[in-house]
């Protein structure tokens, strides 16, 4: 999978509203034994990981998750920067992802960090 690809996945991941859409997104683009960290979350597999995002949309209806800039592709290592916003609107929330590859470009580890967010 190009890194192009997979940031455009995980975006739409994270911005897909049903859960067995969600389900095949994370499938395609996560391995098995995936882990998500992030200052509020940790989360291990595709369940735990497609409860959480659908527990954050419904904590920031109407946002949606947009990548800002460049991606920086470094061996096995992906970093990309992302907002939380509504169309037209300034974002509510901000951070950057560092993102671990496996062989096929699949995301086995990611830890984000919030740049700025709101309280919750």
């Known amino acids: 999978m190009t890194t192009q690809t997979l940031a455009d996945q995980y975006f739409a991941t994270w911005n897909e509203p049903d859960a067995d859409r969600r389900a095949e997104l994370i499938a395609a683009t996560w391995t098995e034994t995936s882990t998500f960290v992030d200052p509020s979350f940790e989360t291990h597999g595709h369940d735990e990981l497609n409860k959480l995002i659908g527990a954050a949309q419904q904590m920031f209806p109407g946002l949606s998750f947009v990548r800002i800039g460049e991606i920086d592709d470094h061996h096995i ?13 300034e974002p509510v929330a901000g951070g950057t992802d560092i993102v671990h590859v496996d062989a096929d470009g ?9 740049d700025f967010a709101p309280e919750h």
């Open 106 to 114: 699949r995301i086995t580890h990611l830890i984000g960090f919030h």
């Open 77 to 89: 290592y992906r970093r990309w920067t992302w907002h939380l916003q509504a169309e037209g609107q």
